[in-house]
Antibody
């Protein structure tokens, strides 16, 4: 059974940094792209970042590019998201997701399985 | 404002059929990128309902179906049940953004 367990969320002041982690189990982790998707209070789902299986290619939403860094440790089946220069607009529940879809361009990717999410609140 | 437009809310009586629309443009659905659908009950993990336009993962009832035409897609739910009350999202890839996009979500209420 696939399990995705996020951790690292919490309350942080604007301008601060936070590192989220996602522990994955139940599948061949290094065979799959992984993503972070967030949901701000009262808002819809928003894609944040994706990293392919090897870790060599990463993708970011414009709103987080240059501030967030996605990485993975395939030896530990762990996905991470380093979030810097946080603003109140980054407050959300952050979900780790295992991608589905196999295509060379990655454009066919979808979010096949999800964790329960970890809440991040940016507030002074 | 999402690049994929969904109605904010819909409702239907038990047993009836509802359709949720997802309108995109030439940089996403209209560019032949795959469309996927999710069900999200607040407080729980989102769940994939349909991937690559029409495919249902195992365990998803055949009451859920979807289609895509031109720059739009739709999700149909037949035989509405109380447990279908949730938020529904379409998702695709957008070439102008260079990333993946979700619709704004549709809150489905089962009357």
């Amino acid at each position: 059974e696939v399990q995705l367990l996020e951790s690292g969320g919490g309350l942080i002041q604007p301008g601060g940094s936070l590192r989220l982690s996602c522990a994955a189990s139940g599948f061949a982790f290094n065979d799959y792209a992984m993503s972070w998707v967030r949901q701000a209070p009262g808002k819809g789902l928003q894609w944040v970042s994706t990293i392919i299986g090897s870790g060599y290619n990463t993708f970011y939403a414009g709103s987080v590019k240059g501030r967030f860094t996605v990485s993975r440790d395939n030896s530990r089946n762990t996905l991470s998201l380093q979030m810097n220069s946080l603003t109140v607009e980054d407050s959300a529940v952050y979900y780790c997701a295992k991608n589905g879809g196999f295509c060379t361009s990655a454009t066919c990717y979808y979010f096949y399985q999800w964790g329960q999410g970890t809440p991040v609140t940016v507030s002074s | 404002q999402s690049l994929l437009t969904q109605p904010p809310s819909l409702s239907g009586a038990p047993g009836r059929r509802v359709t949720i629309s997802c309108t995109g443009s030439s940089s996403n659905i209209g560019a032949n990128y795959d469309v996927h659908w999710y069900q999200h009950v607040p407080g729980t993990a989102p769940k994939i309902l349909i991937y690559a336009h029409t495919n249902r993962p195992s365990g998803v009832p055949d009451r859920f179906s979807a289609s895509t035409s031109g720059s739009s897609a739709s999700l149909a739910i037949t035989g509405l049940q109380a447990e279908d009350e949730a938020d529904y999202y379409c998702q695709s890839y957008d070439s102008s953004l260079g990333g993946w996009v979700f619709g704004g979500g549709t809150k489905l209420t089962v009357l």
